[in-house]
Each structure stands twice: as C-alpha cells, then as structure tokens.
C-alpha cells in the first residue's frame, strides 16, 4: 500500500497570506489527524476527521481550519499568516483499530516571511 | 489530563552500546503507548506499540514493555548502529471520548551513534 502523502513538501508564504496543505491518506483509512510540530513547541495536535467529520480539535486559533472529503482525503486551511506559524505539518492517517495508531506522512514545510 | 514524558537528550552513544530511553505517561484511562521514530527532513515513523499492560513491543531489534505499576514504557535496543540515529519519540493515544484521534508525545529526544 501507498503510504500517507502531502502535497506541497515546501512552501514559503508572507505574512498575511494565506496558505492550503493536502493529505492523502492510506488507502482505507477513514481518519486523518493533523499536527503542527515546531522546535519551541513540539508535536502540537491541531485536529482530526472521520468521514467528512471534525471530531477532535486541538487548542489553535480559528485561523487553522480543515475538511475531508468523500475520498478520505484532507485539506487544512491557514489564514491570515503570522511569522509564527512557520512549521513542520504532519498529517497521519488511522485505520482506526483498537490500538489507534496513526501513519504520518512526511510533512509539509511551511516557512512565512 | 494525558501527557508523556520522556528523558531530555541528546543521547551520544558509540556503535554497539545499549540504548534506553526513559518514558513515563498520564493517562485518565487505558491508553495505548507507541514509540515514533523520526529521521532528518522526514515525516515519523511508527517504530513500535503495545496495546495494553505487559504487552512487549519490538521492531527492528528495538524493545518496549508497558508497565502499568510504573506508568512507563521505556525504549531499549542491545547494540545500537549508525544507522539509528535520529529522534525518538514516546506517544499515548486512548482512542475514544473527547481525545479521539489524538495521540499525545513526549518532546523527543535526539539519539546520535558514532562509528
């Protein structure tokens, strides 16, 4: 099986912009999470989807927002840039087992100037 | 809550030398307890995971048992290489209620082998 991938693998963003990430996850896998990972702060959860459902938020601000589609795949949306949201996005997909082990794709490098 | 804890590094060690890194976790309930492995410039990689107490994970030589008693789950490997230098780290999910689809990790700790 294919594993998690993201599009795009960097990016480079001013201030103000703002900026949308794509995650395709393992093929039947219903769940996707996201995360924000930063020297400063680690592996922040920022949230997570099954079946086209929000079921998890993380304590970001409202600037940070997702969707999943039919197809399992996911996007998240940040607006308004800030020179602090420059970071690693992981996103990871879940078979959704009793164990709820997450796959992580390789990230999206995300830098506002 | 739930939280990780793991030993702050780096850990510098020589080939061959045994590796243990510390974990320690809070749980509200009965979480599952991973441990990811990330190398430079790439996403995490599930190294290995027990699902509940004495439950022993192992993958590629790398060994964790989950202990209740001791809330821990520490990472071992006999003879490290080269070749597992990277960043470790120790993670929990509990998989229901309101930490759906979270898992919670530790701050990682940097592992460095020297030939």
């Known amino acids: 099986k294919a594993g998690v991938t993201q599009t795009p693998r960097y990016l480079i963003k001013t201030r103000g912009q703002q900026v949308t990430l794509s995650c395709s996850p393992i093929s039947g896998h219903r769940s996707v999470s996201w995360y924000q990972q930063t020297p400063g702060q680690g592996l922040q959860f920022l949230f997570e989807?099954?079946?086209?459902?929000?079921?998890n938020k993380g304590n970001f601000p409202g600037r940070f927002s997702g969707r999943q589609f039919s197809n399992s795949r996911s996007e998240m949306n940040v607006s308004t840039l800030e020179l602090g949201d420059s970071a690693l996005y992981l996103c990871?997909?879940?078979?959704?087992?009793?164990?709820?082990?997450?796959?992580f794709g390789p990230g999206t490098r995300l830098t506002v100037t | 809550g739930n939280s990780v804890t793991q030993m702050e590094g780096p850990v510098t060690l020589s080939e061959e030398a045994f590796l243990t890194i510390n974990c320690t976790y809070t749980?509200?309930?009965?979480?599952?307890l991973f441990w990811y492995v990330q190398y430079p410039g790439e996403g995490l990689q599930l190294l290995l995971k027990a699902t509940k107490a004495d439950d022993k994970g192992s993958n590629k030589g790398f060994e964790a048992t989950y202990r209740k008693e001791t809330t821990s789950f520490h990472l071992e490997k006999g003879s490290v290489q080269v070749s597992d230098s990277a960043v470790y780290f120790c993670a929990l999910s509990e998989g229901g209620g309101s930490t759906l689809g979270r898992l919670y990790f530790g701050r990682g700790t940097q592992l460095t082998v020297w030939p």
């Open positions: 990871a997909s879940s078979p959704r087992t009793d164990s709820y082990e997450q796959y």
């Open positions: 989807y099954f079946s086209e459902t929000q079921r």
């Open positions: 749980a509200t309930g009965y979480p599952s």
